[in-house]
């Protein structure tokens, strides 16, 4: 079983700043793919960010240039810089630890809302 524990969402102004955490168990961490999804009210989850174990990274178009998803092996951590935030952007976030096909791990998620 893996756990995933995200942090750092909260309210930020448009044009502003937050970084995401996510804390993942497990003592293989370094073999998982990471990634960043985000749910709007009303809307399907759908994939922010997701980065490999070789460290292949790779974005959903809205959010290219403004977002930035990076590993730390060493803390079992991936996280998630967002600047130049939108309105738009506001949606629960969730962590996902990619083992194999029909084994992945999700976090509780953490709400980022952008608002001025």
């Known amino acids: 079983q893996v756990q995933l524990v995200e942090s750092g969402g909260g309210l930020a102004q448009p044009g502003g700043s937050l970084r995401l955490s996510c804390a993942t168990s497990?003592?293989?961490?370094?073999?998982?793919?990471m990634g960043w999804y985000r749910q709007a009210p009303g809307k399907q989850r759908e994939l922010v960010a997701r980065?490999?174990?070789?460290?292949?990274?790779n974005y959903v178009d809205s959010v290219k240039g403004r977002f930035t998803i990076s590993r730390d092996n060493a803390k079992n951590t991936v996280y998630l810089q967002m600047n130049s935030l939108r309105p738009e952007d506001t949606a629960v976030y969730y962590c996902?630890?990619?083992?194999?096909?029909?084994?992945?791990?999700w976090g509780q998620g953490t709400q980022v809302t952008v608002s001025s």
């Open positions: 497990g003592s293989i961490f370094r073999l998982y793919t």
């Open positions: 996902n630890a990619f083992i194999v096909v029909g084994i992945d791990y």
């Open positions: 980065i490999t174990s070789g460290g292949i990274s």
